[in-house]
């Protein structure tokens, strides 16, 4: 799928982009679009689309007419009622089809020239585009703490991303796409997923701070989702809550140390006793880690103090333990 979304993207590139036709940004008008450039040439009824994208893991809202008509793709219809989109006598009446990639839908082209719209400018560009991210944060990633950027440095970037949402990105595209909008750019898009929350996703297997995808290359990244954090920096999040703000309950701490197991040792039982890290102090939620009874026992015998590394979630004892 993705060396077929890019050879789209690439057609689109070429022959439409200049022509102000849209990428789909959102999952569902891709899968239908990239449905359609698969069969290009070839009717395809709702139910065929429907079983091509679901065998190709999405979901289809039956809309793809608005490919045509909003967007601009060059589809027809074997509907004679379609006013939007070209219609085509050969094709049945529940039948679409994508004609070219190489010229717009004459009927929406048309429309776009009767039209007398003004030309947005590059600050306006960035302000629509930046309202419009700003109310997905708002109603989905605020509550989680996700920081919404407020210096170009950091924003240009992520919008970058977010023009090319489910896309990937090359360090080089970014840096482009930003040059090309009036700022500049340090290549620290990865810390717009490890320190502020956002679901980007990296090419590199070494990346810690968010997830890897192995059909990325290693310099390119991907902006995965405006409706979910990053799951590797909310699970950080959360313990840096439960540890520092003393937020959360034991169970929230358990469910933390879930792959990790016990603290101390790693191992994991279906029970956790709770663990000191300083014995001198209360059983608060900032003192406590999971720990097996072995391991337990064997801190209170020693009366050992443990500091605890909140990304790799290991116990380890403290200099000042005396071990």
Known sequence: ?????????????DNLAASGIKFPRGKGKLMALLCLYFHIGIPMTQKAMIDWIARHGGEYNRQARHLGGADGWHICSGN???????YDETLNRDELMLVSVDQPNPIWLNKEKLQT?????ISEKIERMTKELERYWSVNLEK???HF???????LPLLALYDSIGLPLTQKEISEWVAEHEGAYNKQARHLA??????????????????NDSKLARNQLKLESV??????????HKLTRIYELSLGDWEDILQAFSDRGCAVCGRNFPHYDKGHLNPSLPMALNNIVPMCVECNNWAGATNIHFELDTRSLIARPSRNSGV
């Open 117 to 121: 719209r003004p030309v947005e400018n």
């Open 1 to 13: 799928m993705r060396t077929l979304c890019l050879a789209l993207k690439e057609e689109w590139k």
């Open 149 to 155: 950027p407020t210096g170009d440095a950091k924003l």
């Open 227 to 236: 409706i979910d954090p990053n799951p590797i920096w909310l699970k950080q």
């Open 144 to 146: 989680h703490g996700v």
């Open 194 to 211: 490890g320190v502020d929350g956002w679901y980007l996703v990296s090419g590199n297997k070494r990346s810690t701070l968010m997830e």
């Open 80 to 86: 004679s009622r379609a006013d939007l989109i070209p």
